[in-house]
C-alpha cells in the first residue's frame, strides 16, 4: 500500500462515471451516516481501487465491487483510511477485471464547525438557537462527506438522496423529483446532476425563506434565506435574472440546469461558491437592506453574483484540468463580473473600480515570495494559498488586457467557441490560447506564457532624447532589487492627447519610437502641454517609471485635469510603489499626491486615502517628528472634496459620491480631524438613541465608528461599550463586520488587547474575526503577542483553510524592521505548515520591505522643509 502514499495525484486504475450518495445528517448530534455506490470504469489490471477520503470512518464489511459482467461480488480484504495523505486505499487481494462495474461503501462523520467539508451551522429562530446542515468542497473537501475521486478532472454524474427532519428544506444541486414523508423524517430524491466535478456538489439542510423569479427562458431562480429576511434577498434575485439571461448572450451557451438556487449561509468561510445550480454565499454578499446596507454593500452583492453566475460557465460547465490551472476559474469570473455588473449598472463606473483589483495583484506579484498564474500544485494542503490576489487579480487583470489587445468582438467569438469545445470537460491554460489564437490570428501562446508561467511583472520606464522616446523594461520588485524576469509588454501611450495614441509590442529589453510630429504639434501649442502617458486607461498590467522632466509634465497633466479617472489613478499607484521600491524619494510622492487635491472621482480618491494610510504608517517609523505636519498635509488633502460632500447625502447623487463620503469622512477621523470627530459623535449618540436616525445612515456609519473609537481609552470607554451594543443588538452580517472593522483602530493598547479578544469569543462568528485585525498602529506589537499567546487556538479552529492565512499576513505585514523579521522567524520556525508557508514567507518579505523604506526615508534631504511647505501651503 505504501506506493500510494505521499503521491499528489490519484493512480489512473479506476475511472468514477456516476455517483449514487445517500446521506443522512444527525442535526442535534451533529453527524451523519451516508452509502455511496460508484459507477467504475476499471481501465488496469489491480487488485487495489484508490480514492479520496478524510475525517470519515468507513465500514470495512460494507466495501464491495461488483463488475457488471459478472455475477462474482469483490469483497475489500483490507480497507486502510490514510490520513495524512486523504486516501481511502482499498485491497481486494485479488485483480479486478478490466470491466465497468459499481464499487459501494458505508460510511460515518462528523458535522464539524470549520467550515468545509459536510458542516453545521448555527441560526437563531424564534430566539431558540439551531443547526443547520451545509456543504463546502472546494477545493478539496469533498472527502470530508463521502469517499469519491476528489479530483477536477474526474468528472462524473451525481445522484442524491437525503434523509432529513420533515420540517426542514433540503437543497441540492438539482430539483427535487421526489420527497416521501415518514412521520418525523423525510427522504427526498434529486434529479441526477449533469457531468461535473466533486467539488461542486452541494447539499444544505435547515430553515429557509426564500424570493422566486424566472429567465425569460424559464430558468426558475431562487434566493433562500433565514425566515423573516426575504425581502433582503429580492436584489440579488434581480441581479441573478438579469446576469443568466446576459450569459447566455456573451457566451452564446444557455445556462446548463433547470433552476439555479443561491442561498445566504450564517457560517462561511468564503464570500460565495459557485457549487452547480446551488450557489452559497456569506450573507453579506447576497443580502441587502435598503434601510441598513451601504452602497458599498449593495455593489458587492452585484460583483459576487456576477462572478458565482459566471462560474456556471467557466468553472463548472468547462472546469480546469488541476488546480494548477485554478485561474482559468478565478481570474476568468473576476473579469466577467466586471463586465455583467457594468451592463447591470452603467453609472458605477465599475471598470474604473476594476483598477483596484489590478492594484491587489501588482502589490502581490512584486514580492519575490509570490507565484507564477499556473502554479505547480503538489499537496492538497497547498491548494488553499493560491485563492489569492494572484489567480483572481492578476489572472483577471491579464485576460482584460489581452481582452483590450485582441479587441472585444474578437475576443468574446473565440471565448464561446472555447466553451462550446470543452463543455463538460476539462481544460488547461494552453486550451484557452488555442482558442483566442484561432480567433484572432495573434500569437496568443507566445504573449500569454510570459505572464502566466512566470512570476512578477515589468516595470517600463520612459525618457526623452533628441524627439525619440526611449523605453526599457525591467522586472519591477517592491524590495528594490533586479529581478530578471522579461514580458512580451502590449505598451499603449499617448502625447498630449488622447487623439494621438500609439501601441505596440515591446518584446525586446528596450525599443525607441520617433515622436517628431507630436514635438511639432506641442510647439504650437506651447511645449507644457506635451505630457506623455504610457499604458492608457491602465489595461496593462505592469508598473511605469517617468523621467523627471515627463513626470512633472505628467504632474501638470493632472492639475490641470487633462488626464482620465482611470490615468490619474495609474500615475499616483505607479508612484507609490516605486516609492516603497525605493526608486523616487518620498518627497516627490508628497509633491505628486498635492496634485490631487481637488480629486471628485470615487476610485482615484479611494486609493489616495488607502496610501495616505499606508505613507502615515511609514512616515511614523521613519519620521515621528514629522507626523503632525504629514497628518495636516493628508487633512488637507481631503478638505476640497469633504467640504463638496457634506455628511448628508444629496437628492439624486451617484452611488459612487455616497461610497466616497464614507471612506473621506473615515480618513478623516482616522489622521485625527477635530471637526470631524466632533460631528461623528454627534451623529452616533443620535443613532443610539434612535436606530432608524436620519442623522446615521449606513454609508457613513464606518466613519462614525471610527470615530468613536479613535476617542475610546481604558479610562474612558463608553464609546467602545456603546459599539458592542450595537454588535450584539444587530442580526445584519453587514453591520456585525462594520464594527468589528473599526474597534482594533483604537490608539490605546489595552482596549485593542479587548478588542483582539472579543474577536475570538463566541459572540462572533469565525469567519468574522479577521475583520477585527484591523489594527491601530500603536496596537501593533499587542497584536503580535497576543497571536502569540493564542496561536494554539487559532490553529485549531482555522485548521488548514485560508482564513488562518489572514491572521499571518494582517498581524506580521506591518511591521517595519529587521528586528521583528528575526523574531517572527524565530517563532514560526516550530509551528509552520502547508497552509500558511507561502504567507509566511509575503509577509516577512513585506517586513524586510517596510524596514528597508524606513532606512531610505531617514536619509532623505529636504524632506521636513518639503512637508512643511505641503502642509501650510495656500492655493
Given at each position: 500500500m505504501d506506493q500510494f502514499k505521499k503521491q499528489p495525484r490519484l493512480p489512473k486504475f479506476a475511472i468514477p462515471k456516476r455517483y449514487d450518495i445517500r446521506l443522512k445528517p444527525d442535526l442535534s448530534a451533529c453527524k451523519f451516516a451516508g452509502t455511496v455506490s460508484i459507477d467504475l470504469d476499471i481501465v488496469a489490471g489491480t487488485r487495489f481501487i484508490v480514492l479520496n477520503a478524510a475525517e470519515l470512518s468507513i465500514n470495512p464489511g460494507s466495501v464491495c465491487f461488483s463488475p457488471r459482467n459478472s455475477s462474482k461480488v469483490f469483497e475489500a480484504s483490507e480497507v486502510e483510511l490514510v490520513e495524512e495523505d486523504e486516501i481511502l486505499v482499498l485491497d481486494f487481494a485479488e485483480t479486478l477485471p478490466l470491466d465497468l462495474g459499481v464499487l459501494a461503501i458505508g460510511f460515518e462523520g462528523v458535522l464539524n464547525d470549520r467550515m468545509k467539508g459536510f458542516y453545521r451551522s448555527t441560526y437563531e429562530h424564534n430566539g431558540e438557537k439551531k443547526n443547520m446542515a451545509v456543504t463546502q468542497f472546494e477545493p478539496a473537501d469533498a472527502r470530508r462527506c463521502f469517499p469519491c475521486w476528489d479530483e477536477p478532472a474526474c468528472k462524473a454524474t451525481f445522484k442524491i438522496t437525503l434523509d432529513v427532519p420533515s420540517e426542514l428544506v433540503a437543497?441540492?444541486?438539482?430539483?427535487?423529483?421526489?420527497?416521501?414523508?415518514?412521520?418525523?423524517?423525510?427522504?427526498?430524491?434529486?434529479?441526477?446532476?449533469?457531468?461535473?466535478?466533486?467539488?461542486?456538489?452541494?447539499?444544505?439542510?435547515?430553515?429557509?425563506?426564500?424570493?422566486?423569479?424566472?429567465?425569460?427562458?424559464?430558468?426558475?431562480?431562487?434566493?433562500?434565506?433565514?425566515?423573516?429576511?426575504?425581502?433582503?434577498?429580492?436584489?440579488?434575485?434581480?441581479?441573478a435574472v438579469r446576469t443568466l439571461?446576459?450569459?447566455?448572450?456573451?457566451?452564446?451557451?444557455?445556462?446548463?440546469?433547470?433552476?439555479?438556487?443561491?442561498?445566504?449561509?450564517?457560517?462561511?468561510?468564503?464570500?460565495?461558491?459557485?457549487?452547480?445550480?446551488?450557489?452559497?454565499?456569506?450573507?453579506?454578499?447576497?443580502?441587502?437592506?435598503?434601510?441598513?446596507?451601504?452602497?458599498?454593500?449593495?455593489?458587492?452583492?452585484?460583483?459576487?453574483?456576477?462572478?458565482?453566475?459566471?462560474?456556471?460557465?467557466?468553472?463548472?460547465?468547462?472546469?480546469?484540468?488541476?488546480?494548477?490551472?485554478?485561474?482559468?476559474?478565478?481570474?476568468?469570473?473576476?473579469?466577467?463580473?466586471?463586465?455583467?455588473?457594468?451592463?447591470?449598472?452603467?453609472?458605477?463606473?465599475?471598470?474604473?473600480?476594476?483598477?483596484?483589483?489590478?492594484?491587489?495583484?501588482?502589490?502581490?506579484?512584486?514580492?519575490?515570495?509570490?507565484?507564477?498564474?499556473?502554479?505547480?500544485?503538489?499537496?492538497?494542503?497547498?491548494?488553499?494559498?493560491?485563492?489569492?490576489?494572484?489567480?483572481?487579480?492578476?489572472?483577471a487583470s491579464v485576460i482584460r488586457m489581452l481582452q483590450s489587445y485582441l479587441g472585444a468582438e474578437c475576443?468574446?467569438?473565440?471565448?464561446?467557441?472555447?466553451?462550446?469545445?470543452?463543455?463538460?470537460?476539462?481544460?488547461?491554460?494552453?486550451?484557452?490560447?488555442?482558442?483566442?489564437?484561432?480567433?484572432?490570428?495573434?500569437?496568443?501562446?507566445?504573449?500569454?506564457?510570459?505572464?502566466?508561467?512566470?512570476?512578477?511583472?515589468?516595470?517600463?520606464?520612459?525618457?526623452?532624447?533628441?524627439?525619440?522616446?526611449?523605453?526599457?523594461?525591467?522586472?519591477?520588485?517592491?524590495?528594490?532589487?533586479?529581478?530578471?524576469?522579461?514580458?512580451?509588454?502590449?505598451?499603449?501611450?499617448c502625447c498630449g492627447s488622447y487623439d494621438k495614441k500609439k501601441s505596440f509590442l515591446l518584446q525586446t529589453k528596450s525599443e525607441t519610437h520617433d515622436v517628431k510630429e507630436f514635438f511639432s504639434d506641442s510647439n504650437k501649442s506651447g511645449i507644457a502641454h506635451f505630457w506623455i502617458k504610457l499604458n492608457v486607461d491602465q489595461t496593462g498590467f505592469y508598473r511605469v517609471k517617468y523621467d523627471e522632466e515627463l513626470a512633472a509634465r505628467v504632474r501638470y497633466a493632472i492639475e490641470n485635469k487633462y488626464l482620465t479617472a482611470t490615468d490619474r489613478f495609474g500615475i499616483l499607484d505607479d508612484s507609490f510603489a516605486l516609492c516603497m521600491a525605493r526608486q523616487l524619494p518620498l518627497t516627490s510622492l508628497l509633491t505628486l499626491m498635492g496634485a490631487y487635491r481637488e480629486e471628485l472621482e470615487y476610485t482615484v480618491l479611494s486609493n489616495l486615502i488607502s496610501i495616505t494610510y499606508k505613507v502615515g504608517r511609514i512616515a511614523a517609523d521613519a519620521k515621528p517628528e514629522l507626523m503632525d505636519d504629514i497628518k495636516q498635509f493628508f487633512v488637507n488633502l481631503f478638505q476640497y472634496s469633504a467640504e463638496k460632500l457634506g455628511w448628508d447625502a444629496k437628492q439624486g447623487e451617484s452611488h459612487l459620491d455616497a461610497m466616497l463620503r464614507g471612506e473621506i469622512l473615515t480618513a478623516l477621523a482616522m489622521l485625527g480631524h477635530e471637526e470631524t470627530l466632533t460631528e461623528a459623535m454627534r451623529r452616533f449618540h443620535a443613532f443610539l438613541n434612535d436606530r432608524n436616525s436620519p442623522l446615521l445612515p449606513p454609508d457613513i456609519r464606518k466613519a462614525a465608528y471610527v470615530a468613536v473609537m479613535q476617542q475610546v481609552n481604558s479610562s474612558d470607554r463608553a464609546g467602545f461599550e456603546s459599539l458592542l451594543r450595537v454588535y450584539r443588538e444587530t442580526d445584519l452580517s453587514q453591520e456585525k463586520t462594520r464594527i468589528l472593522g473599526s474597534l482594533a483602530s483604537c490608539p490605546d493598547q489595552g482596549i485593542v488587547l479587548e478588542v483582539l479578544n472579543f474577536v475570538l469569543s463566541p459572540e462572533v462568528r469565525s469567519q468574522d474575526a479577521v475583520f477585527g485585525l484591523a489594527v491601530s498602529k500603536e496596537g501593533r506589537e499587542v497584536a503580535w503577542t497576543w497571536l502569540k499567546d493564542n496561536w494554539d487556538l487559532i490553529s485549531k479552529t482555522y485548521g488548514s483553510g485560508f482564513l488562518i492565512t489572514r491572521f499571518v499576513s494582517a498581524i506580521v505585514s506591518p511591521f517595519a524592521s529587521f528586528e521583528k523579521v528575526k523574531e517572527v522567524e524565530e517563532f514560526f520556525a516550530t509551528r509552520t505548515k502547508h497552509s500558511i508557508a507561502r504567507t509566511l514567507k509575503q509577509s516577512l518579505e513585506r517586513v524586510n520591505i517596510n524596514a528597508n523604506w524606513v532606512q531610505s526615508i531617514q536619509e532623505e534631504n529636504n524632506l521636513a522643509e518639503a512637508v512643511l511647505e505641503l502642509a501650510y501651503r495656500k492655493y
Open positions: 437543497l441540492s444541486n438539482m430539483p427535487v423529483v421526489e420527497e416521501k414523508v415518514n412521520g418525523p423524517l423525510k427522504t427526498v430524491s434529486y434529479q441526477e446532476s449533469p457531468i461535473m466535478s466533486t467539488y461542486l456538489v452541494a447539499v444544505v439542510v435547515g430553515l429557509f425563506d426564500y424570493v422566486e423569479d424566472h429567465t425569460s427562458d424559464g430558468i426558475k431562480v431562487r434566493v433562500y434565506c433565514q425566515v423573516g429576511k426575504t425581502t433582503q434577498g429580492k436584489f440579488a434575485l434581480n441581479v439571461e446576459l450569459y447566455k448572450e456573451y457566451f452564446a451557451v444557455p445556462y446548463a440546469l433547470p433552476k439555479l438556487d443561491m442561498i445566504a449561509i450564517p457560517d462561511f468561510a468564503a464570500g460565495a461558491m459557485e457549487n452547480y445550480g446551488l450557489v452559497t454565499y456569506r450573507e453579506t454578499a447576497l443580502l441587502y437592506d435598503e434601510q441598513h446596507s451601504a452602497a458599498a454593500n449593495k455593489q458587492r452583492v452585484a460583483t459576487v453574483v456576477a462572478h458565482e453566475l459566471a462560474h456556471q460557465w467557466f468553472g463548472n460547465l468547462v472546469t480546469m484540468e488541476w488546480w494548477t490551472h485554478l485561474w482559468l476559474n478565478e481570474g476568468f469570473a473576476t473579469w466577467v463580473s466586471y463586465l455583467a455588473t457594468d451592463y447591470l449598472f452603467p453609472e458605477w463606473k465599475i471598470w474604473t473600480q476594476f483598477l483596484d483589483e489590478c492594484t491587489d495583484g501588482l502589490r502581490l506579484d512584486g514580492l519575490a515570495e509570490s507565484h507564477p498564474i499556473e502554479v505547480e500544485i503538489n499537496h492538497a494542503g497547498e491548494i488553499d494559498e493560491i485563492f489569492d490576489a494572484i489567480s483572481y487579480r492578476k489572472g475576443f468574446q467569438r473565440s471565448l464561446a467557441s472555447y466553451i462550446k469545445k470543452h463543455a463538460c470537460s476539462n481544460a488547461k491554460t494552453e486550451d484557452l490560447w488555442a482558442a483566442l489564437e484561432e480567433g484572432s490570428g495573434e500569437p496568443v501562446n507566445k504573449l500569454m506564457n510570459t505572464w502566466t508561467k512566470q512570476k512578477g511583472y515589468p516595470v517600463v520606464s520612459v525618457k526623452v532624447k533628441d524627439q525619440k522616446l526611449e523605453f526599457e523594461q525591467s522586472q519591477f520588485l517592491s524590495s528594490g532589487c533586479h529581478g530578471d524576469g522579461q514580458w512580451i509588454v502590449p505598451v499603449t501611450f
